[in-house]
């Protein structure tokens, strides 16, 4: 496996008036070369913060990387400087995000926004910048890049938007690729083109890709291996298989039944999970879905539940896996 | 739980009877029409969804249904606790028989307010009660929706997306509506919320015996709810047939696309399934070219398609508006 990013153990807090946020309580995945990591979950799950961190694009105060290694290739990102930062986003590591608007420069044309990015990590003059440009725009399908090239963001729909930010984000071919929620805003017509896109540069350039999304669906259709998070922390990892069809933590297993599908009517009701997720300024003790979770015992609400293995690299943090656990085996039917 | 009584598709059950309604704007750069011609009636107890992309109009519709838009043509015929026609100068006497709940559940509740007053306020309006049932009345239906009584002091801010839309749920139940129109109530929270929402919905239907107008781009949650289902296209009603109708048979092919386009949460499925892939995005409801609103991107589209307008008829068994779907 040609690994391109280790994180290992990592904490993200957030100095707040009202106390320390911590919003992401000990993370570790990897990625490998052309391979699409989904991390899935809620809304304040630490998925995005995890994301961010990794380009090291939160402001750091309030943000504070607590403890934990983050390795990209050959660089230590925890210990990069700013100025190191630079030349490592874009041409290492790129971001594309949920809401393609507000991610261009309304006051520069398209072509003239790409060429920045390309000039910025590679010496080209700007004719050869121009032309890459256009290439760029070529590979993500936008027609008529000549035109196109020179009209501002706002001339463009949500969908071609997402394509210019998917052209930037490849402009200096990075190893990896990070799409924070890249089609939430795209109505599914659309959302369908732009996966469709992200499958072909994947299978074209062997980009390693790590998606962020709530949708079940999404991850479906594109993940290879899919990690879970829930409440700062990844409860369950493994690839799209394992997770879908032999889910061992009851929070997967609970947000997987509370999905309608095609073949459901109305007399069969949906499972709701009770209560909401935990407030990240005090976390509790014990697992994060303790609360919420009808399967929690006594040592769910005081001890952390460590990473048991429930099958080849697949990982779920439930006591329920722990072998004096009486039915830690019926644990993987429905 | 029971299985739903069998739909009631009869004349003289219908709720509200849409006459070739129309709701034009005028725009700097010409008109635009949000919704065009459209012809449907909901009956009494039923949950129609309604369908389509970002800027088909869906929510308009569901706005003009509500009387908050006047319809620029046609006629919209409501037949509930009193018989009238939706319009400006009935508008009162209709808010007392329909509601409307609202996608975000963080701007759609007064930040000054509490939760109490809110859910109070209707009844007011519409001098329902004395105070004491009123406040009597608010613990009811806090409770109703999940809440507890002790929640009708506080305010909307120290509450999850999930609750204020329960707040908004309550609020609408206040004045003992028969009709609802939900516009997109769950896409603006998580998915482990959702369905908490839906069962909610659901729970509230059996109970009140509400009639939904259940607006979405959800797909899935969509068939999930409703009995029926309507297909918009930029301002157009393309397809409308029993949720599993639409769903096994669909004939326009704007639904198939959409329908394939929709990702299913099971790998092997997403693996085998076929996607139809749109080219292009959604044309500009301002200045629509003649003919079939669909034709530009639409894979099966001949001259026919670009010179007239096809209407929405009954073909194998549901109503769809496409030349190309034989009777």
């Known amino acids: 496996m040609n690994r391109v990013l280790r994180v290992d153990d990592l904490h993200v807090s957030f100095d707040t008036y009202a106390g320390e946020v911590k919003a992401v309580r000990g993370v570790t995945f990897e990625v490998a070369q052309g391979e699409v990591l989904a991390i899935v979950g809620e809304s304040g799950c630490g998925k995005s913060v995890t994301a961010q961190t990794i380009m090291k694009l939160n402001p750091m105060p309030p943000a504070r990387i607590v403890k934990g290694e983050i390795e990209l290739g050959d660089k230590d990102i925890v210990k990069a400087t700013e100025k190191e930062m630079m030349s490592i986003r874009g041409k290492d590591v790129s971001m594309i995000f949920q809401d393609p608007m507000t991610c261009l420069n309304p006051t520069m044309t398209v072509g003239k926004q790409l060429t920045e990015a390309i000039t910025h990590h590679q010496k080209l003059s700007n004719e050869d910048a121009h032309k890459e440009a256009l290439r760029l725009l070529n590979l993500v399908k936008i027609p008529n890049p000549e035109q196109r090239s020179k009209q501002y963001p706002h001339e463009f729909s949500g969908g071609m938007r997402q394509r210019v930010m998917i052209a930037m984000a490849l402009s200096c071919a990075p190893k990896l690729l990070i799409a924070d929620e890249p089609t939430t805003a795209l109505d599914v017509t659309i959302q369908a083109q732009i996966m469709d896109l992200l499958q072909e540069i994947k299978e074209k350039t062997n980009t390693a890709i790590i998606l962020i999304t709530h949708d079940l669906g999404v991850v479906a259709s594109m993940a290879d291996r899919v990690a879970v998070m829930y409440a700062g922390k990844i409860v369950e990892i493994g690839t799209a298989e394992d997770i879908f069809y032999r889910s061992s933590h009851p929070y997967t297993r609970a947000l997987l039944r509370s999905l309608p599908t095609t073949e459901m009517d109305r007399s069969v009701r949906l499972v709701s999970i009770a209560g909401t997720p935990p407030d990240l300024l005090n976390p509790p003790v014990g697992c994060g879905f303790a609360s919420r979770c009808d399967n929690c015992m006594k040592i769910c609400q005081t001890e952390l539940p460590p990473q048991f293995e429930v099958g080849q690299d697949h990982l779920s943090a439930c006591w329920l896996q722990h072998e004096d656990c009486p039915s830690a085996k019926d644990g993987g039917e429905k | 739980m029971s299985k739903k009584t069998p739909l009631n598709l009869t004349d003289n059950n219908k709720l509200v009877e849409l006459q070739q309604v129309s709701k034009h704007f005028r725009v700097s750069e010409g008109i635009l029409k949000a919704v065009n011609n459209v012809n449907f009636d909901i009956y009494k107890g039923e949950t129609l969804g309604l369908v389509g992309e970002s800027g088909c109009g869906k929510s308009t519709l569901g706005k003009v249904l509500m009387g908050i838009y006047p319809p620029t043509h046609g006629k919209i015929l409501y037949h509930g606790k009193k018989d009238i026609e939706i319009k400006r100068s009935t508008h009162f006497d209709y808010s007392k028989m329909a509601q409307i709940i609202f996608q975000d559940p963080y701007s759609s509740l007064d930040p000054r307010m509490t939760v109490g007053s809110i859910v109070e306020e209707g009844m007011i ?89 259940f607006i979405a781009h959800d797909l899935n949650i969509v068939k999930y709810i409703s009995d029926r289902i309507a297909v918009m296209y930029l301002g157009n009603i393309v397809e409308l047939a029993t949720s599993d109708e639409l769903y096994n048979n669909t004939l326009h092919p704007y639904s198939q696309a959409l329908l394939s386009a929709v990702p299913i949460p099971d790998p092997d499925k997403e693996a085998q399934k076929k996607r139809q892939i749109l080219t292009g995005d959604v044309p500009s409801p301002i200045n629509t070219p003649k003919g079939c609103p669909f034709a530009g991107r639409c894979p099966r589209a001949t001259d026919i398609c670009r010179q007239e307008k096809p209407v929405l008829e009954m073909k194998q068994g549901h109503l769809v508006s496409c030349h190309h779907v034989e009777k």
């Not at chain 2, 109703?144 to 609020?171: C, D, K, M, T």
């Open chain 2, 125 to 213: 309006i519409h001098k329902m009660y004395d105070k004491k049932k009123r406040q009597e009345r608010v613990y009811e239906l806090l409770e109703l929706v999940g809440l507890n009584r002790e929640h009708a002091n506080r305010f909307p801010h120290e509450f999850s997306g999930g609750q204020r839309q329960r707040i908004g749920i309550a609020r609408a139940l206040s004045i003992e509506p028969e009709f609802i129109v939900c516009d997109e109530p769950i896409s603006a929270l998580d998915v482990s919320i959702q369905s908490q929402i839906i069962n909610l919905l659901h729970d509230l239907q059996e109970k009140l015996g509400l009639t939904y107008l």
